[in-house]
């Protein structure tokens, strides 16, 4: 029977093969005639060849092989990357420290104004990755001082954590408190940084087969925007061994590292906590599509506790 699990597991990266451009040059054997070209030669005009002598079949490009090496390690790492645990995936920030201080750069526009591409731009500026001490995760600004929201499990007993920023920008956050019931706790930033907080939606306007998406740092990736549909709402699930709890059921691949992240409706409007996933491998594992998020109300409540030192 397939159970929800609190943490995503241990974060695990793809190794990724570097491989060489088609255009590269190909060795030559000391003392031998040049390589056949691995490319089939430019079509011209004119009669066509003769049939006498067959037209031998060029090898495979070496690029294919090294593609070939690279789904192989992509599938490897994602595999291997599934062990249950409190920690939530890696941070790996795409400027690290050496991002610019300042405000993040302004999110795209999208190709469609209406659509789920768009509704990613305005989000990723305002989700952020997590590190206290050895547990990772991802978190969002919630709140107009720019107070992050993510889960209990995430920071586990620490006081303070680093965020970094979509922009890749590191900052110190301290940890103003947790209610590992609900599991969510709240951090709150030194000194001034830019994203603005999310659109708060209500996960009782949810209805099955509404459009989501789940955004956060799986398997060490930050800014991963994964899409699915709403499978269920208020199902009854035990986070950490604890109570039974309503959360939103949803397909939209949740693993290592999402832990915290946002759920967002296609208007961008955040609709729960991503925190836990129903898993085959009693040891843990990656998505198989039932994923599950703290509902929003619950989460802001269980943070307004917090703040106001309830």
């Given at each position: 029977?397939?159970?929800a699990r609190?943490g ?10 570097e491989?060489?451009h088609?255009?590269?040059?190909l ?13 089939p030669?430019?079509v011209?005009a ?5 049939t ?8 495979p490009?070496p690029?294919?092989?090294?593609n070939?090496?690279?789904?192989a390690?992509?599938v ?6 599934g062990a249950?645990g409190?920690a ?7 400027g690290?420290?050496e991002a610019a ?6 999110a795209a ?7 789920l591409?768009?509704?990613a ?20 600004v919630?709140d107009?001082?720019?107070r992050?929201?993510?889960n209990?499990h995430?920071v586990?007993g620490?006081?303070?954590?680093t ?9 110190d956050a ?9 599991d969510?706790?709240v951090?709150?930033?030194?000194g ?6 999310l ?7 949810l209805?099955v087969a509404?459009s989501?998406l789940?955004?956060?740092?799986p398997?060490?990736l ?11 709402v208020d199902r009854?699930?035990?986070l950490g061994g604890?109570?039974?709890q ?11 590292g ?5 759920l967002?409706?296609?208007r ?7 925190t ?7 040891g843990?594992?990656?998505?198989i599509?039932?994923?599950f ?6 989460a ?6 917090i703040?106001?030192?309830?």
């Amino acid at each position: 029977m397939t159970h929800a699990r609190t943490g995503l597991g241990e974060p695990r990266g793809p190794a990724f093969t570097e491989g060489g451009h088609p255009g590269a040059a190909l060795p030559r054997p000391a003392g031998g005639p040049p390589p056949a070209s691995p490319y089939p030669p430019p079509v011209t005009a004119g009669p066509p060849a003769s049939t006498d002598t067959p037209t031998p079949t060029p090898p495979p490009a070496p690029r294919r092989a090294a593609n070939r090496a690279l789904a192989a390690a992509v599938v490897s790492a994602v595999l291997a990357g599934g062990a249950a645990g409190f920690a939530a995936g890696g941070i790996r920030a795409g400027g690290g420290e050496e991002a610019a201080a300042g405000a993040p750069p302004p999110a795209a526009a999208g190709r469609n104004p209406g659509g789920l591409d768009s509704v990613a731009a305005r989000v990723l500026p305002s989700v952020v990755s997590v590190q206290a001490g050895e547990r990772q995760g991802s978190g969002f600004v919630f709140d107009d001082r720019g107070r992050i929201l993510t889960n209990a499990h995430v920071v586990g007993g620490a006081t303070g954590a680093t965020v970094v920023l979509h922009s890749g920008r590191r900052v110190d956050a301290e940890v103003l408190g947790r209610n590992t019931g609900r599991d969510v706790a709240v951090l709150e930033v030194a000194g001034a940084y830019a994203p603005r907080a999310l659109p708060m939606g209500r996960s009782a306007d949810l209805s099955v087969a509404d459009s989501v998406l789940a955004i956060g740092s799986p398997l060490g990736l930050s800014g991963t925007v994964t899409s699915g549909i709403v499978s269920a709402v208020d199902r009854e699930v035990s986070l950490g061994g604890g109570a039974q709890q309503r959360a939103v059921q949803t397909d939209a691949s949740i693993n290592p590292g999402n832990s915290g992240g946002p759920l967002v409706d296609a208007r961008g409007r955040v609709v729960g906590i991503n925190t836990a996933i129903a898993s085959l491998d009693p040891g843990g594992g990656g998505s198989i599509g039932i994923g599950f998020a703290v509902p929003v109300e619950d989460a802001v409540r269980a943070a307004d506790s917090i703040i106001d030192g309830d």
